[in-house]
């Protein structure tokens, strides 16, 4: 094989048959001694945007599916006099893979079908069976030629296939083009080779411009890259390889391509199977060519060129088929890392896992609605850091913080978004730009509220700006499709979840909270009002029996910081952050039903696991337990009493609630309850004091 750019010849032979073509009034010089005609291989350019395209469809589509793509490659004339015309694929060479639309006709370009044969890895690509691909390859060409499927469709003839290896994660690829070129036993051979304003007279020469113009710019043409042209006393005609019957028995018959090889005694690499077409459908043994060039897509028959060609003549027997030449002397290799612009690099580097997913292990994973859910985190603290950052590894971009503290000095260590230069920052300022350089498609905001709590008292000046607080938590939930409850205390979660279960439609609620060596991670049911699950889940009070109250007086070092374990808040941020990703896929969303724990050993049908309502965590006996528990009828929270009385007052109900302690226990019944429990006698005998508290988890 001659290196790209140099002319390659057919086996070599010491006679050769002739046969006339037609006869007419062409001008060529006198035969000579005839010559081996050697042919300008094919040279292939391969555009970034291709293995773009590629990449997405590999990624998305196929993922390990190893099936033969069929695209298209695209050439035109020769139209520089010392640079050959490549073969080139770009992103529209995928069109009929991607399903879009194919290429609008384009009279500057001529299309060529081809075949990629893409491995999954680079011991495939360099172990692949190459002659068993030519071999494949070789006798679809032949078979179009003998069934005269190429005569109706020419570009047939210009077949061709690549191998190729796409690294994705470091988005280099390697790829071996091959154009299946059939040969002749023996070497053709021409006569001349001249230019074809010297073949033709004057009077044919303008008669030739004009007619390969009409063809090329006429609608009808289908296939431009091969051509009769039929000169004859009526005048100069180009017509399709199909009419070769029609041409016969007047004038004479040239044979024309698109010739993208620049040489000037060499014809381009597309000939040959036109040659191979001529012996064995029309039985021929020499025709005159015309080679057809540009001059910076101009046409100029100066660099237009007729050669006359002698070959052999093809039996009678079509079942064998010839051997063939067409594999490019190398494989080459790309490396698109260089080129891309740093963020798209970035962007499609974050993607990358969860499109993996997708091919074996999580093939139901739905990328889509992971990109378009919003998340709002009350909290940008110890947990809120930890679960923004597993958000963004899910894929999630839409993350909206609400906190009112700032960044101290004894954060940084525990809350990974934050570094000392943050430090007297606002936190929700400081996080939204910690994860813009995380992930740069990030869509972050922040907001810097100090959310109303119970048992907090709110005196006359202050009615204002919480009310403005209020307003903002509420138009931000409304926005929001997954509502994450991550703050210090555990008042602080109370009025975000009576906003979740007013709300017109069902939120995802995930609440997270914090001991010392213990954690609780659950997942809210669904408002009363908008439930269809009897009964349905409870919140985080629905076991209180008391309304909340202000946990943060009277309080020592020690308990105003979180102090938890270091690995508790990244084990229960994670499981946050998993627990919501499975209620995004679950078909009933917030209603769906809790899961029971299963042993280990027990197959799971659901493809991301079970969906529990509660975790909780021991680290001091490395033990979880799933838990569930439905919802309390005198929750402070979430009852129907509850969300009906804020329903009606709206925030008039919020603000007597931040005032009056007792004011959430006699809407929700618990002052009556605790009245009806008190005048009952019960003696215990035996027993201690009963507490009936629960830990606090905040």
């Known amino acids: 094989m001659a290196p790209p750019g140099a002319p390659s010849s057919s086996p070599s032979s010491s006679s050769a ?36 395209g590629l990449a997405n469809l590999k990624l998305d589509v196929l993922r390990l599916d190893r099936r033969p793509l069929q695209i298209q490659g695209f050439f035109a004339p020769c139209s520089h006099p ?106 053709v051979k021409h006569t001349m080779f001249q230019p074809a304003s010297d073949y033709f007279t004057a009077e044919e020469s303008l008669r030739v411009v004009s007619a390969c113009t009409a063809w090329r710019t006429s609608p009808l043409t289908t296939c431009l890259s091969f051509f009769l042209l039929h000169l ?62 540009e001059l910076q897509g101009r046409t100029d028959l100066r660099h237009c060129f007729v050669t006359s060609a002698t070959f052999e003549e093809f039996g009678e027997n079509t079942n064998a088929v010839p051997k063939a030449a067409g594999w490019e002397p190398s494989a080459r290799s790309v490396d698109l890392s260089s080129l891309m612009n740093p963020d798209m690099l970035a962007k499609s580097a974050a993607d990358l896992n969860l499109k993996l997913m997708k091919w074996r292990s999580l093939p139901s994973l739905n990328l889509l609605l992971l990109s378009k859910t919003k998340c709002l985190l009350l909290g940008a603290g110890t947990l809120g850091c930890e679960v923004a950052l597993r958000l963004l590894a899910w894929g999630i971009r839409d993350i909206t913080f609400v906190d009112y503290g700032k960044v101290g000095y004894s954060n940084p260590l525990r809350q990974p978004l934050y570094q000392i230069k943050d430090c007297g920052r606002s936190k929700v300022e400081a996080a939204q730009e910690a994860l813009r350089t995380k992930c740069v498609d990030v869509r972050a905001q922040g907001h810097q509220i100090s959310i109303p709590m119970a048992g907090h008292s709110v005196s006359g000046n202050q009615v204002e700006e919480t009310f403005d607080n209020f307003t903002k938590l509420q138009s931000l939930i409304e926005e929001h499709d997954v509502i994450f409850l991550l703050t210090d205390t555990r008042e602080s979660r109370w009025l975000p979840t009576i906003l979740c279960a007013a709300a017109e439609q069902s939120k995802i609620v995930i609440n997270a909270a914090l001991g010392f060596d213990s954690f609780v991670v659950m997942r809210h049911g669904e408002g009363p009002f908008n439930s269809t699950q009897d009964p349905r889940l409870g919140c985080y009070f629905c076991t209180d029996v008391v309304a909340p109250t202000d946990s943060t007086v009277n309080r020592t070092l020690d308990q105003q910081c979180t102090v938890s374990r270091p690995a508790l808040a990244p084990i229960a941020g994670g499981l946050a952050v998993e627990m919501a990703v499975v209620v995004m896929h679950h078909p009933l969303g917030p209603a769906a039903p809790a899961d029971q724990a299963v042993s280990v050993t027990t197959s799971i049908e659901q493809p991301m696991g079970i969906l529990p309502h509660q ?50 226990e006699d809407v929700a019944g618990l002052t009556d309850l605790l009245h009806a429990t008190n005048s009952m006698s019960l003696d215990w005998e035996g027993e201690g004091d009963s507490d009936l508290g629960v830990p606090d988890m905040a």
């Open 82 to 187: 010392r640079i050959s015309k490549p073969l080139q694929l770009t992103y529209e060479s995928l069109s009929l893979e991607l399903g879009t639309e194919s290429p609008a006709s384009d009279r500057n370009r001529c299309p060529a079908p081809g075949t990629l044969y893409n491995t999954n890895t680079s011991d495939e690509f360099n172990s692949i069976d190459r002659d068993a691909l030519m071999n494949e390859e070789t006798a679809k060409v032949w078979d179009d030629i003998c069934s005269g499927r190429a005569e109706e469709d020419s570009n047939l003839l210009n077949r061709f296939f690549v191998i190729c290896y796409a690294d994705l994660k470091e988005w280099r690829f390697k790829y071996w083009f091959s154009f299946p070129a059939l040969q002749f036993t023996q070497a």
């Open 17 to 52: 048959s002739t046969a006339t073509a037609g006869s007419g009034s062409g001008s060529a010089t006198a035969p000579t001694q005839s010559r081996i005609l050697k042919f300008v291989p094919w040279q292939s350019s391969v555009t970034a945007d291709f293995w773009h």
């Open 232 to 293: 004859s006393c009526d005048g100069v005609t180009v017509r399709p390889l199909s009419d070769w019957e029609k041409c016969q028995g007047s004038g004479k018959i040239l044979l024309g391509f698109y010739d993208p090889s620049h040489l000037p005694t060499n014809p381009g690499w597309p000939v040959r199977n036109l040659l191979v077409l001529a012996a064995v459908r029309w039985g021929l043994k020499n025709v005159d060519i015309l080679c057809w060039r």
């Open 615 to 664: 975790i909780r965590g021991f680290l001091a006996h490395y033990a979880q337990l799933v838990v569930s528990g439905i919802a309390f009828d005198g929750c402070t929270a979430c009852s129907p009493k509850i969300v009906s009385e804020f329903k009606a007052r709206g925030f008039a109900f919020i603000l007597e609630a931040l005032n009056s302690p007792n004011y959430l």
